[in-house]
């Protein structure tokens, strides 16, 4: 069988001045990197009318059997403009963390793949080393004030802000530095958490613009005084310093995917940790030039759509116009509790057991007021009768459901879901959020487990419940929730599948993310900095002797 590889590998790309003349831009409005890479140089000029409808891409909750989500993303981005309909696709940019770690690459597979695959999965254009540069970059400037006068009197015990790398380091999750004496800092415990969960990866993404960034990075708190007074990187004088290293990430990155369909690639939070959407600068652009904009949301429904209605919506300014669900037959029974080697063997009435998590989805997103679809990414494995049985089941919920074979046969095999898509998109419908944003803190996490998730009650730890009580005081009760939660489950345990109810939520902790605009709340045993597996993808990697053909990023 060709692998994914070896099909990016055979492609002909068009050069991307001729991409970027799909959506008219200009020669002067792109920053080529390469011959198919390019950066986009905003503001734009006001583009000719389009339709400007967002088609967002979501998920069941990911399995070890795969749900292919990208994929199908991609699929349908080719699909609609096959069919007809100016299309572009805003999607993340992939970590280097789960590229090496268990993921792989995440650019797509099959024929349904963005491309230069290689660049977009390894250093791309080198967004996520400027994050990854500036968190640090304002890590050293914070230890060397406090090692300094510290005017402020910020106590080191109390800095939150910490160290990232782009990688999955387990053993960076908990360090102390400083050590040495005097002269090499402060002495204190700190860690590292991965870049795509970064405050600085957040706040890229929901920038509207470079002003923007900067009061954004300018609001951040890096850590408390010894009276527990927040402080803020305006306050420390840094704010310029560390803009500067991001003037050229913040730019939203151009590429196509094998049908040279126009895709934008920028910003990769991860959704299970942080808010799991492509920046607001790459949506909006993509909706700007087109009639339809297929955008995704890390993980399943309820991380990433979540996320995305509930946080990103909000500065966006718009709403999708039809959600799409995606799910397999094959995750679905390993929901209902088939073990994975035996999921190729037709068995209804587990794949009915396991309906439910899908079910929940459904009724999630219709609690938005959204229309929706439910995408088969079709194996060939299905029965007809399993087939059928999700037919039936999403119909019961007013649910429409189209087979997609994206990976086999791009937009060819997507189209289906497309015409499904348009015709949702087209219609008039009434968003409702999930929250109220003035709520407090404890009743907007309360109201996501215990309506979305499905939990009995949530447990807040003492720790919990001091900090919700803080943030109240400080005026930061007002902000949207992010919480950080096992992407397996609804539950905070990633062993527990289905849909269940009667459940415990534990939130052990919050952290306030200012610039960004929201707070995180840890759940359960959440890290924010991944592990490597014991067989990790890159010991399946290689790369020729001459440095051109790589195998083993899919």
Same mark, same amino acid.
């Given at each position: 069988?060709?692998?994914?590889?070896?099909?990016?590998?055979? $492609?002909?790309?068009?050069?991307?001045?001729?991409?970027?003349?799909?959506?008219?831009?200009?020669? @002067?409005?792109?920053?080529?990197?390469?011959?198919?890479?390019?950066?986009?140089?905003? /503001?734009?000029?006001?583009?000719?009318?389009?339709?400007?409808?967002?088609?967002?891409?979501?998920?069941?909750?990911?399995?070890?059997?795969?749900?292919?989500?990208?994929?199908?993303?991609?699929?349908?981005?080719?699909?609609?403009?096959?069919?007809?309909?100016?299309?572009?696709?805003?999607?993340?940019?992939?970590?280097?963390?789960?590229?090496?770690?268990?993921?792989?690459? $995440?650019?797509?597979?099959?024929?349904?793949?963005?491309?230069?695959?290689? &660049?977009?999965?390894?250093?791309?254009?080198?967004?996520?080393?400027?994050?990854?540069?500036?968190?640090?970059?304002?890590?050293?400037?914070?230890?060397?004030?406090?090692?300094?006068?510290?005017?402020?009197?910020?106590?080191?015990?109390?800095?939150?802000?910490?160290?990232?790398?782009?990688?999955?380091?387990?053993?960076?999750?908990?360090?102390?530095?400083?050590?040495?004496?005097?002269?090499?800092?402060?002495?204190?415990?700190?860690?590292? @958490?991965?870049?795509?969960?970064?405050?600085?990866?957040?706040?890229?993404?929901?920038?509207?613009?470079?002003? &923007?960034?900067?009061?954004?990075?300018?609001?951040?708190?890096?850590?408390?005084?010894?009276?527990?007074?927040?402080?803020?990187?305006? *306050?420390?004088?840094?704010?310029?310093?560390? $803009?500067?290293?991001?003037?050229?990430?913040?730019?939203?990155?151009?590429?196509?995917?094998?049908?040279?369909?126009?895709?934008?690639?920028?910003?990769?939070?991860?959704?299970?940790?942080?808010?799991?959407?492509?920046?607001?600068?790459?949506?909006?652009?993509?909706?700007?030039?087109?009639?339809?904009?297929?955008? *995704?949301?890390?993980?399943?429904?309820?991380?990433?759509?979540?996320?995305?209605?509930?946080?990103?919506?909000?500065?966006?300014?718009?709403?999708?116009?039809?959600?799409?669900?995606?799910?397999?037959?094959?995750?679905?029974?390993?929901?209902?509790?088939?073990?994975?080697?035996?999921?190729?063997?037709?068995?209804?009435?587990?794949?009915?057991?396991?309906?439910?998590?899908?079910?929940?989805?459904?009724?999630?997103?219709?609690?938005?007021?959204? /229309?929706?679809?439910?995408?088969?990414?079709?194996?060939?494995?299905?029965?007809?009768? *399993?087939?059928?049985?999700?037919?039936?089941?999403?119909?019961?919920?007013?649910?429409?459901?189209?087979?997609?074979?994206?990976?086999?046969?791009?937009?060819?095999?997507?189209?289906?879901?497309?015409? *499904?898509?348009?015709?949702?998109?087209?219609? @008039?419908?009434?968003?409702?959020?999930?929250?109220?944003?003035?709520?407090?803190?404890?009743?907007?996490?309360?109201?996501?487990?215990?309506?979305?998730?499905?939990?009995?009650?949530?447990?807040?730890?003492?720790?919990?419940?001091?900090?919700?009580?803080?943030?109240?005081?400080?005026?930061?009760?007002?902000?949207?929730?992010?919480?950080?939660?096992?992407?397996?489950?609804?539950?905070?345990?990633?062993?527990?599948?289905?849909?269940?109810?009667?459940?415990?939520?534990?939130?052990?902790?919050?952290?306030?993310?200012?610039?960004?605009?929201?707070?995180?709340?840890?759940?359960?045993?959440?890290?924010?900095?991944?592990?490597?597996?014991?067989? /990790?993808?890159?010991?399946?990697?290689?790369?020729?002797? @001459?440095?051109?053909?790589?195998?083993?990023?899919?």
């Amino acid at each position: 069988m060709t692998t994914d590889i070896e099909i990016a590998d055979a $492609a002909k790309m068009l050069p991307i001045e001729q991409v970027a003349e799909k959506l008219g831009l200009k020669d @002067d409005e792109i920053e080529q990197y390469g011959k198919y890479k390019a950066k986009i140089d905003l /503001p734009l000029a006001e583009a000719p009318a389009k339709k400007h409808k967002l088609v967002l891409v979501t998920a069941m909750n990911p399995t070890p059997a795969g749900e292919g989500k990208s994929t199908v993303m991609i699929g349908l981005g080719d699909a609609m403009n096959q069919l007809g309909h100016q299309t572009t696709i805003a999607m993340r940019e992939p970590s280097m963390g789960p590229v090496f770690g268990i993921k792989g690459g $995440a650019a797509g597979g099959g024929y349904s793949q963005v491309v230069p695959m290689e &660049d977009i999965n390894l250093h791309f254009t080198g967004d996520l080393h400027a994050l990854t540069s500036a968190n640090n970059t304002l890590a050293a400037l914070i230890d060397n004030y406090v090692m300094r006068d510290n005017e402020l009197q910020l106590d080191p015990e109390r800095i939150i802000w910490r160290r990232v790398e782009d990688v999955n380091d387990r053993v960076l999750r908990n360090v102390v530095t400083g050590l040495g004496g005097r002269s090499q800092g402060i002495t204190r415990q700190t860690g590292f @958490d991965i870049t795509a969960a970064s405050e600085l990866m957040a706040i890229l993404c929901l920038s509207a613009d470079f002003a &923007d960034l900067k009061k954004r990075i300018g609001r951040i708190v890096v850590g408390y005084t010894y009276d527990k007074k927040p402080v803020t990187v305006k *306050e420390l004088g840094f704010t310029d310093a560390i $803009a500067i290293l991001l003037k050229d990430a913040i730019k939203p990155n151009l590429v196509q995917t094998l049908d040279h369909t126009p895709t934008i690639i920028h910003g990769g939070p991860f959704a299970n940790i942080a808010h799991g959407c492509n920046s607001v600068l790459a949506t909006k652009t993509a909706i700007q030039l087109s009639d339809y904009t297929v955008t *995704e949301a890390g993980f399943g429904a309820d991380l990433g759509a979540e996320k995305f209605l509930d946080i990103k919506r909000r500065v966006l300014g718009q709403a999708p116009d039809a959600v799409v669900i995606v799910a397999t037959i094959r995750s679905l029974k390993y929901n209902g509790g088939v073990a994975r080697a035996d999921l190729t063997k037709e068995n209804v009435p587990a794949l009915k057991k396991g309906l439910a998590n899908l079910e929940r989805h459904i009724k999630n997103i219709q609690g938005y007021g959204l /229309p929706l679809v439910v995408a088969i990414n079709h194996f060939v494995s299905d029965s007809d009768e *399993e087939i059928k049985t999700v037919e039936d089941t999403c119909k019961q919920h007013g649910v429409n459901v189209a087979l997609v074979d994206a990976w086999a046969k791009g937009g060819q095999g997507t189209q289906n879901l497309a015409k *499904e898509v348009v015709k949702l998109a087209d219609q @008039d419908h009434e968003f409702k959020p999930l929250y109220d944003y003035n709520a407090t803190i404890e009743d907007k996490i309360t109201t996501i487990a215990t309506k979305y998730y499905g939990a009995k009650r949530v447990i807040f730890s003492k720790k919990a419940q001091r900090q919700m009580k803080r943030y109240q005081d400080l005026g930061w009760g007002n902000l949207p929730v992010c919480i950080a939660k096992t992407q397996y489950s609804f539950t905070d345990d990633q062993h527990v599948l289905g849909a269940p109810t009667d459940f415990d939520f534990h939130i052990r902790g919050l952290v306030p993310k200012m610039g960004a605009g929201f707070i995180v709340a840890l759940s359960g045993s959440m890290m924010t900095m991944p592990g490597l597996a014991k067989h /990790p993808a890159a010991v399946d990697m290689t790369i020729s002797d @001459d440095g051109k053909t790589i195998t083993g990023l899919f």
